[in-house]
């Protein structure tokens, strides 16, 4: 039986189409960005500047000036996090942020906490959004940056990010949203939105993983930011070091590609993920389905599937890649920071799955999935003492969220 691949949300998998695109600048095309004295350095100017505009335009940035290349959406929020907080440090050190964040914006604000920053953490609600009138309260006469994240990594769930710009603008905060999940899935326009920060990663839209982009507004208001790195000076101070060109040129491409296609893809891959959800729920009880199915990813689906150990029905179904919660911290074994942002009980946290779906997913794939992981729940279950128990007791329910 051949592999199925549900862990699209971790990474994706490379697009032969940015693959080609690729190519060219790993073999003959080898010239350094920076090189602006011959013409294999300009080759390589031209196709970075060309990914810029790629990447730009799916966020509707204004100017490929807006757009800052990094490593990754980790490197992308330090820059933010910490560079913003140290260039405006004199106007206030407060900064506004929510739980189910990824530990990529969490732990730089513990960082900021150790160097004198203040940071207030904002709940959320069971569906893990925040509700817009505590941020409303949280802003203070201090507070610089509000950094909540576009779309949650583990559930989906979207956040009322518009609604974030329209409370930040006016009162002159700076508002930085890491968009790793959300970019390339769903429509997104800073300027509408009101964002003047965004981080994003190309490995999460079928691009190459070591290359990311940072969005900084330019105008209105014009942001400055610190850099984390020095030595050279590229792009325009924000981040030193030899430009990736054919990773930066991967990130364009797949930028290009998820633009045209968006609209489809989310149609056909949510229609899949709602098969995979109702197939499950229908045969499956208890299970629960954790997160906002309003407002949520196309392609995301977490579930707590009682009675059973993630980890233990991960092993269970070998042909099946999928998670047990964040591929970024399934090391611990600390129940999911997400789950119990959401209120999701201790002994129910540890029985989650992230099924994240794709591009390059089929419907034969979803059938296939919904079979293996009911029949592995049935074999667990009835190797579960606390599962006897509670059928003796009479006291299973149908719990579906």
Request: hydrophobic share 40%; proline share 4%.
């Amino acid at each position: 039986m051949s592999r199925v691949y549900l862990d699209n949300n971790a990474t994706t998998r490379l697009d032969p189409r940015v693959l080609d695109a690729m190519m060219p600048y790993l073999t003959d095309r080898f010239g350094n960005a920076a090189s602006r004295s011959h013409a294999f350095g300009w080759e390589a100017e031209e196709a970075v500047e060309k990914a810029r505009e790629q990447v730009a335009g799916l966020i509707g940035a204004e100017s490929t000036k807006e757009i800052v290349w990094t490593s990754g959406a980790t490197e992308s929020n330090n820059i933010v996090i910490k560079g913003v907080t140290s260039m405006y440090a004199e106007q206030g050190r407060h900064v506004i942020t929510q739980r189910t964040e990824h530990k990529a914006v969490l732990d730089p604000c513990k960082f900021l906490e150790t160097q004198g920053s203040s940071v207030t953490v904002l709940d959320v609600d069971s569906g893990g959004r925040i509700r817009l009138e505590e941020l409303e309260s949280a802003i203070r006469e201090d507070t610089i940056l509000v950094s909540v994240m576009f779309a949650n990594n583990e559930i989906g769930t979207i956040q009322p990010i518009a609604e974030i710009g329209r409370l930040c603008k006016p009162r002159g905060v700076l508002f930085h949203t890491d968009a790793t999940q959300a970019f390339g899935k769903v429509p997104i326009d800073v300027q509408a939105m009101g964002i003047d920060l965004l981080s994003c990663s190309g490995h999460k839209i079928y691009g190459p993983k070591g290359v990311g982009a940072l969005f900084v507004r330019r105008r209105a208001p014009r942001v400055r930011c610190r850099p984390l790195f020095h030595g050279g000076g590229h792009e325009r101070g924000f981040r030193s070091g030899t430009l990736n060109v054919p990773g930066i040129v991967g990130l364009g491409q797949a930028a290009a590609l998820t633009g045209a296609e968006m609209a489809a893809d989310a149609a056909r891959i949510g229609a899949l993920r709602d098969r995979l959800w109702t197939a499950l729920r229908d045969r499956i009880e208890p299970i629960t389905r954790n997160g906002d199915p309003q407002h949520c990813l196309p392609n995301t689906l977490n579930l707590s599937v009682h009675y059973v150990e993630g980890e233990g029905l991960m092993m269970a179904c070998k042909d099946l890649a999928f998670s047990s919660g964040s591929a970024c911290t399934s090391a611990s074994l600390e129940p999911s920071h997400v789950l119990k942002a959401l209120g999701v009980a201790d002994d129910v946290a540890p029985s989650s799955i992230r099924l994240s779906l794709g591009r390059f997913n089929t419907a034969d794939e979803v059938e296939t999935a919904i079979d293996q992981i009911t029949r592995a729940v049935e074999r667990l279950r009835a190797m579960s003492p606390t599962y006897e128990m509670a059928l003796q007791a009479g006291s299973l329910q149908r719990r579906t969220g």
